[in-house]
């Protein structure tokens, strides 16, 4: 059973920083892609930057710039830097792995770690 446990969350002033965590445990094989969700208050989930593990990187417009995502494909973890936080980043930041198995798509999904930006 693939699980995956986010760290890093917090309260933080807008104009601050932030580094989440997340690590897979109770696999063996690398995770294709990881990545990191963003759900705000009443919001649905929404991607805000993933990386495959040939390194290649994909981010959501509002964060470019702000936010790094970083993996240690050794450790099966995913890091998401998050600097310049504006009160709009608040919410739940979910990490989500993928896994391709031929023609199957597995999708592992963490608890979630709270990210609240006090203006």
């Known amino acids: 059973q693939v699980q995956l446990v986010e760290s890093g969350g917090g309260l933080v002033q807008a104009g601050g920083s932030l580094r989440l965590s997340c690590a897979a445990s109770?696999?063996?094989?690398?995770?294709?892609?990881m990545g990191w969700f963003h759900q705000a208050p009443g919001k649905q989930r929404e991607l805000v930057a993933d990386m495959a593990y040939t390194g290649s990187t994909n981010y959501a417009g509002s964060v470019e710039g702000r936010f790094t995502i970083s993996r240690d494909n050794a450790k099966n973890t995913a890091y998401l830097q998050m600097s310049s936080l504006k009160p709009e980043d608040t919410g739940v930041y979910y990490c989500?792995?993928?896994?391709?198995?031929?023609?199957?798509?597995?999708?592992?999904w963490g608890q979630g770690t709270q990210v609240t930006v006090s203006s």
């Open positions: 989500r792995g993928v896994k391709m198995e031929g023609a199957s798509i597995n999708n592992y």
């Open positions: 109770g696999t063996a094989f690398r995770l294709d892609v």
